[in-house]
């Protein structure tokens, strides 16, 4: 292995390390200096291993095999050491390194347009043309991975999709070994002039492929969580309804009392005067066992959050689950309405949902919402529940709806909880679910 080669080789990783490195971070299990240092060292030294090897094999499938192999080595490190599955690391790792191979591809077709023919080996134009190469594409895969890669997989980490989507790249790897690398393809069959256009193309459909991909896992998962908002927001809309047809029955039965209670007190008066004492006391048993005003359940002086709270009431009492509700608001809090409202709409709903799939009847929903200080909201919703709650592995909670999708609702939560410098806290056992929510309204956090 020549010296330029191994610079060659260093010039092909280093990219993919430092690509890794500032994307997912903040994903690193133990973010510690020497654990970092070690992963990169044994990034390192798989490659230059690998292309030691690489370098003895002749047939182009030998090669291929090799490639895929120290490839899977570098998905075990980086699968160790971040939060991802093995799926996810097999995908994120395998479109760096075609990433790293269409800078080589373009290297040799530069190479190639400057002299009129491909180089024979390692020669050290190449290193310096895959120098400059890796420096004007590296910003275009560093957008491809913030914009696309990474929220893709914060969107739907959990989908059983990623357990299978890894097949392309791995496909668009052995393509590649086998028949367009330049040092393994003998483009003594083809046109000089096939080379021309051969690298563009080849990154073109690549990474459009992985593009379009990332792009659609994007939107379902949006979709899913415009979906989910749009449902809270339904509901929302019909606890206000509620509330304001509950409120306007109230006030036509106040003013029929109103307008009758004028003659009560004539008969009465009458019935005095005349000092018939029988009839006044049966008219007085009579008036009493008319229907009096229902007593309004009150839970708070804040009207949205009292509407809310009564629909999921009520709601729980047709689903025959007992539900206690202890809240201390004021009538203006310092958290927007509309968050306290979505906080207490996903948890009632996700507590509600699991008390409707128990089989056994002892169902029950206990929440307390108190502002322990003009800036301090405190909230605590425990529900019964049977069954095994599912985290995926990076300890986000699974939606029991959809299969493998993480649980969009307690996103929105933990969302509002860190706008709001919250801490969060959840507890599942004795078959009892608790979410411990502590807010500051003293200001949302600045983004």
């Known amino acids: 292995m020549t010296g330029v080669y191994m610079v060659n080789g260093l010039l092909f990783v280093i990219p993919c390390i430092l690509l890794l490195y500032l994307i997912f971070r903040d994903q690193i299990k133990i973010p510690r200096l020497l654990v970092i240092f070690a992963s990169v060292a044994m990034f390192l030294m798989v490659h230059l291993l690998s292309s030691r090897v690489y370098l003895m094999v002749d047939t182009p499938l030998e090669k291929t095999f090799v490639s895929i192999v120290s490839q ?15 799926g996810q690391s097999l995908f994120i ?37 895959m120098a400059a190469v890796s420096l004007a594409l ?91 908002k749009l449902h809270l927001t339904e509901v929302q809309i019909t ?78 009492e047709k689903e025959q689950i007992k539900m206690t509700l202890q809240v201390s608001l004021f009538e203006k809090i310092p958290i927007a309405d509309t968050e306290v409202c979505i906080i207490l709409g996903n948890l009632l709903e996700n507590a509600i949902e699991a008390c409707r799939r128990m089989e056994s009847q002892d169902r029950s929903i206990d929440l307390e919402l108190t502002m322990v200080s003009s800036t301090l909201l405190v909230l605590l919703v425990q529900n019964s529940y049977e069954g095994v709650v599912q985290r995926a592995q990076d300890g986000t909670f699974l939606s029991a709806k959809t299969k493998g999708r993480k649980g ?12 709001y410098n919250g801490v969060s806290r959840f507890e599942y056992k004795d078959q009892i679910f608790k979410v411990s929510l502590l807010l500051n309204g003293g200001g949302p956090k600045e983004w």
């Open 72 to 86: 899977f080595a570098g998905v075990f490190i980086f699968s160790t050491v971040s939060s991802y599955t093995f």
């Open 408 to 419: 969009i609702g307690l996103s929105s939560v933990l969302d509002i909880t860190e706008r």
């Open 138 to 228: 590296f910003p275009l895969i560093c957008w491809f991975y913030k914009k696309l890669m990474r929220p893709a997989l914060d969107y739907s980490r959990s989908l059983v999709i990623w357990k299978l989507i890894w097949v392309i790249p791995i496909s668009n790897t052995i393509i590649y070994t086998m028949n367009i690398a330049p040092d393994t393809t003998n483009y003594s069959y083809f046109p000089k002039e096939e080379f021309l256009v051969l690298p563009a193309l080849w990154c073109m459909m690549t990474f459009m492929t992985y593009g379009i991909f990332l792009r659609t896992v994007i939107a379902v998962s949006r979709n899913a969580e415009l979906q989910e």
């Open 239 to 316: 606890a206000q309804q509620k509330y304001m047809e509950d409120l306007q029955m109230r006030i036509q039965e106040t003013r029929r009392y109103r307008h009758d209670i004028r003659h009560h007190f004539l008969v009465l008066g009458n019935l005095a005067k005349s000092k018939d004492l029988d009839g006044l006391q049966k008219y007085l048993e009579k008036i009493s066992a008319f229907s009096v005003l229902r007593p309004t359940e009150i839970f708070c002086e804040n009207t949205a959050v009292n509407a809310l709270l009564g629909y999921y009431k009520e709601k729980a």
């Open 93 to 129: 790792i395998t479109v760096v390194k075609n990433y790293s191979e269409n800078v080589r591809l373009f290297s040799y077709q530069i190479y190639f347009l400057s002299t009129g023919r491909l180089p024979e080996g390692s020669v050290s134009a190449i290193s310096c043309i």
